[in-house]
């Protein structure tokens, strides 16, 4: 059974001539589908491109990847110590 995502009503304003444009290229009843698919290329591209950045930082910077390894370990140590506080205060 295919589980149905809940789905959230957005209200945006664009130019007349763009909702125009949609309704020829896109097609009336097909707009939000479309603007949706649009808007989650473009997040996961944004993703992918921040990521690459990243990774090209680290590779130009050993030093800095060392800095972000041990800020890595630190906010662990941090999350379970906090864990651990939360559990004992029961």
């Known amino acids: 059974?295919?589980?149905?995502?809940?789905?959230?009503?957005?209200?945006?304003?664009?130019?007349?001539?763009?909702?125009?444009?949609?309704?020829?290229?896109v097609g009336?009843?097909?707009i939000s589908k479309?603007?949706?698919?649009?808007?989650?290329?473009?997040l996961e591209q944004e993703k992918e491109d921040l990521a690459k950045a990243y990774q090209?930082?680290?590779a130009n910077n050993p030093h800095l990847l060392e800095l972000a390894k041990k800020w890595e370990k630190a906010q662990d140590e941090d999350w379970i110590n906090w864990e651990k506080k939360r559990r004992n205060s029961k």
């Open 56 to 58: 090209e930082c680290y």
């Open 1 to 25: 059974m295919k589980q149905v995502e809940p789905k959230q009503t957005l209200s945006i304003t664009i130019p007349i001539t763009l909702y125009q444009r949609l309704q020829q290229e």
């Open 28 to 30: 009336k009843g097909k």
């Open 34 to 42: 479309f603007i949706k698919e649009t808007v989650e290329e473009k």
